[in-house]
């Protein structure tokens, strides 16, 4: 019997998975399934490499050092997809922008970032040109439309995805798991939202994260119609599906006869909706005609859903699987889930942690909190944040000393390690999914000359599940109305964040040391809804 003589060649060890090495795979087991839908485009998943592949190049190009960041700024479509799996190739920083921003809010996005690229819609290239005559990014040195050219202007990156002539080889660049793949923009309780840095290795954890909580599999046939600037669509649902080998069909919004079309013509199998459309869409019409018979999974995230919205439609479509995910962007975002089999036993619960994740829940004195006693959840994982973009001491306030991240959502556990959420300790407003700042409200307000004092909280809503609402206290002798308080944020600030409520008072409550109680304001104010 002969001895194995050791290989003296020297080996490294084996590149640690980036998004691209993901994807890479995912075209290699099947090159000929169809990858992305949309509109009347099919990409398979070999079309889809090579045009990845030619928009880096084209990225590549332009001379921009491999970390520049790389703005979108766009509504759904096949081609914002490409983009992102671009950057991620070519080792730029993507840099998803909510599409509603505009003015200030959009500038302060491409200028904390340093974007020196932003792609977008033709629809929103007044907005930027607007924030760019002000003297705003100055950075920002290219403009690139995402879908359609302008006559004489850069070519699309979809014009250049779809040129069979160009160049579709891999480029020749080092990514490593490390390096930064996407800055997500977060709103906290100041007027600045912060930019949570994502690497490869912490968004490739969150994916393995999804593909096992939520049961995926290449045959489910999902839909993605929720916004892909959004962390939820982009990193719970199409980069996960994608990494496995799906079908994956993208609708520009969630419009929901559409959607419900769709599932029925396209014999869809998974839907991922925030609360504020699952409300709606259980009330319409079109969901006791149309045939779902193929949707099987269906999660729901972003906000707290309405238990009884929940039966309701677990009562109407029991074939259908429902999953409840939480988390926030500064994990990916995926943290816990609770199963279909789970929500019987507990409906108003979000689960437990997911593969990736450990989860602890603490007092406010730092002890660890007793089952079903309040506290905030922290944090450790592969999947967490490298910190916040130049906001050092925004990165170290969001760790404790001995490296839990905090999540500034008070919850409940159980003996169980069920998560039921209890309230957010942090001062934000969670209206459709998308995070406001109360702050940034009220400084809207405060410029009316008519206004003494002005607070921002949010109200219960089933449509909204949060409707941001303005408490306003006239000075003496002033007159105001709430159309001119909402026509007045609406010509300031994107349009989610306009007050759905205005209601004027004499007096805000503060306790003895003059400190505003928001939590007694909206608990005045959810009795007066009742």
């Known amino acids: 019997m002969s001895q194995t003589t050791p290989d003296t060649h020297a080996r490294g060890p084996a590149p640690e998975d980036t998004i ?22 099919d990409w398979t998943y070999a079309q889809l490499r090579d045009g990845v592949h030619r928009v880096a190049r084209r990225l590549l190009a332009t001379g921009m050092p491999q970390g520049s960041r790389v703005a979108a700024y766009a509504m759904n479509s096949d081609a914002y997809a490409v983009l992102f799996l671009a950057c991620a190739t070519a080792g730029n920083v993507h840099v998803p922008v909510n599409f509603a921003l505009k003015g200030g809010e959009l500038a302060h996005a491409l200028e904390d970032s340093g974007a020196e690229l932003l792609v977008t819609d033709a629809a929103m290239l007044e907005r930027v040109d607007q924030v760019r005559a002000e003297g705003r990014v100055p950075a920002l040195g290219r403009v690139w439309p995402l879908l359609a050219a302008e006559d004489g202007g850069e070519p699309a990156v979809l014009e250049t995805a779809r040129d069979e002539s160009a160049d579709a080889s891999a480029p020749d660049v080092d990514v490593q798991a490390t390096d930064l793949a996407q800055l997500l923009y977060t709103s906290g309780t100041t007027s600045a939202p912060k930019g949570a840095m994502m690497s490869h290795r912490a968004l490739v954890a969150e994916y393995l994260s999804s593909v096992i909580a939520l049961d995926y599999t290449a045959e489910d046939r999902p839909l993605v119609a929720m916004p892909l600037y959004h962390s939820a669509a982009m990193h719970v649902i199409l980069l996960p599906y994608l990494s496995l080998g799906a079908t994956v069909r993208i609708l520009p919004a969630p419009d929901i006869p559409r959607m419900l079309e769709v599932v029925e013509a396209e014999h869809i199998g998974s839907l991922f909706l925030a609360p504020t459309v699952w409300v709606p869409l259980s009330n319409h019409p079109d969901l006791a005609t149309r045939d779902l018979s193929s949707l099987r999974k269906a999660q729901y995230g972003a906000s707290i859903m309405p238990v009884t919205v929940l039966q309701r439609l677990r009562q109407a479509q029991p074939g259908i699987g429902f999953y409840n995910c939480f988390g926030q962007s500064e994990l990916g975002p995926l943290c816990t889930v609770l199963r279909p089999e789970e929500h019987d036993a507990r409906p108003a619960s979000c689960g437990r942690p997911v593969f990736h994740v450990e989860a602890r829940v603490m007092t406010a004195d730092g002890a660890p909190a007793k089952p079903g006693e309040p506290g905030e959840i922290q944090y450790r994982s592969p999947q967490l944040l490298n910190g916040y973009w130049n906001r050092p001491e925004a990165t170290a306030d969001a760790f404790t000393d001995d490296g839990w991240f905090r999540s500034g959502d008070q919850v409940t556990q159980d003996a ?90 004499a007096e805000l409550p503060r306790n003895q040391s003059g400190k505003l109680l928001k939590r007694a304001l909206r608990a005045e104010r959810t009795a007066g809804q009742g």
């Open 20 to 41: 691209g090495r993901l994807f890479a795979r995912a075209v290699a087991r099947s090159p000929r399934a169809v990858a992305l839908r949309f509109e009347d485009r």
């Open 416 to 505: 169980a390690g069920y998560i039921q959420v209890v309230d957010r300790i942090k001062d934000v407003i969670n209206t459709g999914g998308v995070l406001v700042a109360p702050r940034e409200v009220e400084d809207a307000i405060y410029e009316l000359d008519e206004v003494a004092e002005v607070a921002v909280v949010g109200l219960p809503d089933e449509r909204w599940i949060e409707a941001v609402t303005a408490v306003v206290v006239l000075k003496e002798g002033a007159e105001l109305t709430a159309e001119t308080v909402r026509a007045h944020v609406k010509e300031r600030l994107a349009a989610f964040k306009v007050p759905k409520r205005v209601d004027f008072v």
